[in-house]
């Protein structure tokens, strides 16, 4: 849930509500694109749609340790993008690349950041939700244009963080995800009011 200071959103609300929707919409991604059978999947409502969440129980940890550390991040303005990138299992090429891309906002505030006087924003949290629906509905709209996966994939997600950052100990660098004949689609974005999310899908043209 939202973190609240007199109806006020926090940064730690902020960051709360991005990983909430990361968390949403990675699973609705893998769904879609059929990179696990559809049986692993199970329906949830969640901003007024029903959306299927994996049950699998390594991906949910997985998800949960990544989005956790994001989260951590975000509170902290250190997250520049959140990388989804789907790999064929056996070429290791990268077919499908989704950048959730964040621009740190300074919310009710009307100059820049203080240190001693933490951004709030007064934005309602139902239209926030509204905004994060509409994106979720496109995400949902997307199997219409991209191109048939037909390969057995797996997907793995890159954070892109601030160079000052403070790095797990078990995780590692790694370089961008390139993808050849590349294709873009922007989709809407939400705002938070102290984070504003922006969806990309990148996929590789089909012949």
Not at 142 to 147: A, D, E
Not at 177 to 184: D, G, R, Y
Request: glycine share 2%; charged share 20%.
């Amino acid at each position: 849930m939202a973190t609240s200071t007199q109806n006020a959103i926090t940064l730690k609300g902020s960051a709360a509500i991005i990983s909430e929707y990361l968390n949403y919409g990675i699973n609705s991604i893998l769904f879609q694109r059929g990179i696990y059978p559809p049986e692993q999947f199970t329906s949830v409502q969640q901003y007024g749609l029903t959306i299927l969440m994996s049950k699998d129980e390594k991906i949910i940890a997985f998800l949960r340790n990544v989005l956790t550390q994001v989260q951590h991040w975000l509170a902290q303005n250190q997250v520049d993008k959140i990388s989804m990138i789907i790999t064929n299992v056996h070429t290791k090429e990268v077919l499908e690349c989704w950048d959730f891309k964040v621009q740190n906002e300074l919310g009710d505030s009307a100059s820049k950041l203080d240190p001693n006087n933490p951004p709030t924003s007064s934005k309602e949290l139902k239209k926030i939700q509204a905004e994060i629906r509409d994106v979720m509905r496109q995400i949902a709209a997307t199997i219409s244009y991209l191109p048939l996966i037909e390969s057995i994939c797996t997907f793995d997600l890159l954070i892109h963080t601030l160079k000052d950052s403070e790095v797990p100990e078990l995780w590692s660098p790694t370089a961008d995800a390139k993808i050849e004949n590349a294709q873009t689609v922007q989709l809407k974005s939400f705002s938070t009011g102290l984070h504003k999310m922006n969806t990309i899908v990148n996929y590789k043209m089909t012949d």
